[in-house]
């Protein structure tokens, strides 16, 4: 998460862009926080996270898009999320489960 005054939270709403696409998104789970200097799990399903945390988290878009894996499409894998038009997450979609 980059510079944000306020934290993110399980059940937020966040408007996500995704190569071309602008979606909103339901915040349904906080899986872990990861230290970024060493890659390891420092926190497991934590409450929140803020300014400075990487942390893996998943996110179920409410309405249809096409997005992909970063590892199978890096183009489509990309993410951003945005709050008042400045970006306050950036990240990569590890998993995409297709309905």
Known sequence: MLNHSSQIEQGDHLIVHCHT??????????????DHQISETIQVYPQSIKSGDLATV???????VCVEKFDDYPSLGYFIVRDKN??????????VEKV
Do not use: H, S
């Not at 400045?86 to 998993?95: L, R, V």
């Open 21 to 34: 696409a602008r979606f909103a998104c339901l915040l349904i789970e906080l899986i872990d926080k990861i």
């Open 58 to 64: 998943k996110m179920i878009p409410l309405e249809p």
């Open 86 to 95: 400045k970006i306050i997450a950036i990240g990569i979609i590890k998993d």
